[in-house]
């Protein structure tokens, strides 16, 4: 579900990376207009990382996005965000 639609905005790409958090949620930039990022990480508390043999990450920044995939590390190793 796109939460931007009711503050004006459309939903990020997958993987658009996060510009700025606020109390809305995650804004990204594209096509040089801000748009919200959905939350795709599942409620459960595991993540698509899991299914590959990854960790999922505790609270890092993506440093390489690989389509919709984004990844992470921590403890000098990879993890899925």
Do not use: H, Q
């Not at 990376?17 to 919200?36: H, L």
């Amino acid at each position: 579900k796109c939460w931007a639609l009711a503050e004006g905005y459309n939903c990020c790409s997958p993987g658009t990376p996060v510009s700025i958090t606020d109390s809305k949620g995650k804004w990204g930039i594209e096509n040089e207009e801000w748009c919200g990022i959905i939350d795709t990480t599942p409620s459960n508390g595991s993540c698509w990382a899991e299914a590959e043999g990854f960790r999922c990450c505790k609270g890092c920044e993506a440093i390489y996005i690989d389509g919709d995939k984004r990844w992470g590390v921590e403890n000098m190793e990879w993890c899925g965000i």
